[in-house]
């Protein structure tokens, strides 16, 4: 199983909203990342998880906080969110989080913000 | 400062036309190369990964070269299809990172039938 699992697919949520993104993959990886892709431009890397711990924090604004409850699952926490954070949030996973590995990327979830 | 440009942004073929896609990075300095395949909205797809030491990898009618001192990678897709449509990224892994993909901003491929 190759399958890396986002929900939900689609999310609206106001400025004031608290929200969540969750993603999940039980290919035994210990690497996970979030990623955020904005139309017509390339993913960009926000955060990653190593053996579920935060390894790299791409200078994200704090009103994205990511939790990693075990190997399997990474959530990305949305608070007092802003229109221009609207965009494409992709997650992945890989097996190590060494240089060799592939990354295996999720669906993804549409977030717009009001 | 690593940066990754692909080259056409756009591309539209017949089916069943032989196509080159383009890849370059400015400093070559890396680990390695991956090819990705993103369907609009959706997630990105793993196609190839090049090692630094490598020259080239196949998949099947996918075949990715690379030349590192030069800073290129192609990526070439022969007898195309209208299911090979999609946006196709590259992304380069420097020497200095276990994590860090940059990509470049892709290129939108359409194949007519």
């Known amino acids: 199983d190759t399958e890396v699992t986002q929900t939900p697919k689609h999310l609206v949520m106001g400025m004031t909203n608290k929200k969540s993104l969750k993603c999940e993959q039980h290919?035994?990886?210990?690497?996970m990342y979030w990623y955020k892709q904005k139309a017509k431009k390339p993913p960009e890397l926000m955060f990653v998880?190593?053996?579920?711990?935060?390894?790299i924090n791409e200078s994200v604004p704090s009103r994205f906080s990511p939790e990693c409850p075990n190997s399997s699952l990474l959530n990305l926490h949305l608070h007092a969110l802003q229109p221009e954070d609207s965009a494409l949030y992709l997650c992945?996973?890989?097996?190590?989080?060494?240089?060799?590995?592939?990354?295996?990327f999720g669906p993804g979830t549409r977030l717009t913000v009001l | 400062k690593q940066e990754v440009t692909q080259i056409p942004a756009a591309l539209s073929v017949p089916e069943g036309e032989n196509l080159v896609l383009n890849c370059s990075f400015t400093?070559?300095?890396?680990?390695?190369l991956q090819w990705f395949r993103q369907d609009p909205g959706k997630g990105l797809t793993s196609l190839l990964l090049?090692?630094?030491?490598?020259r080239e990898q196949t998949s099947g009618r996918l075949n990715a070269s690379l030349d590192k001192s030069s800073g290129r990678s192609t990526l070439y897709i022969a007898a195309s299809q209208p299911g090979d449509s999609a946006t196709y990224l590259c992304?380069?892994?420097?020497?200095?990172?276990?994590?860090?993909?940059?990509f470049g901003s892709g290129t939108r491929l359409l194949v007519r039938p």
């Open positions: 992304a380069v892994r420097r020497m200095d990172s276990s994590y860090k993909l940059i």
């Open positions: 090049i090692q630094s030491s490598q």
């Open positions: 290919m035994g990886h210990r690497a």
């Open positions: 992945a996973s890989s097996q190590h989080g060494t240089r060799e590995d592939t990354q295996y």
């Open positions: 400093d070559s300095a890396i680990y390695n």
């Open positions: 998880y190593s053996y579920e711990k935060l390894s």
